[in-house]
């Protein structure tokens, strides 16, 4: 079992940047894939960014490329999400998943992932 804490919210204005941690304890060693989700206010959760733990190869959607990159240091088992240019359609809840079932590709669907934190809220005024 893998516990997942988040930090690094707050609020910003648009054009400005934030790092999230997502600091992972447990049984971190059996982590296979590592993704970012958000949910806006009415939204479903989506999955925007996911690191294959194991090489660190990293994915990100259309919606956030060239403005946020994952990261991971897996000595202090962490992992960063940075966010730079931050728009107000990135206001949302973000959540760091992982999962631990082996497979070949992280898939941004929540239902693929056991290991969730508890969220940490990131709001951008115009």
């Known amino acids: 079992e893998v516990q997942l804490v988040e930090s690094g919210g707050g609020s910003v204005q648009a054009g400005g940047s934030l790092r999230l941690s997502c600091v992972a304890s447990?049984?971190?060693?059996?982590?296979?894939?590592m993704v970012w989700f958000r949910q806006r206010s009415g939204s479903d959760r989506e999955g925007f960014a996911s690191?294959?733990?194991?090489?660190?190869?990293?994915y990100h959607h259309a919606a956030v490329e060239g403005r946020f990159t994952i990261s991971q240091d897996r000595a202090k088992n962490t992992f960063y999400l940075q966010m730079n240019n931050l728009r107000p359609d990135d206001t949302a809840m973000y959540y760091c998943a992982v999962d631990d079932r082996p497979r070949d590709y992280c898939y941004l669907i929540s239902s693929h992932y056991r290991y969730w934190g508890q969220g940490t809220q990131v709001t951008v005024s115009s």
């Open positions: 690191i294959y733990v194991a090489n660190g190869a990293t």
């Open positions: 447990g049984d971190t060693d059996s982590s296979v894939c």
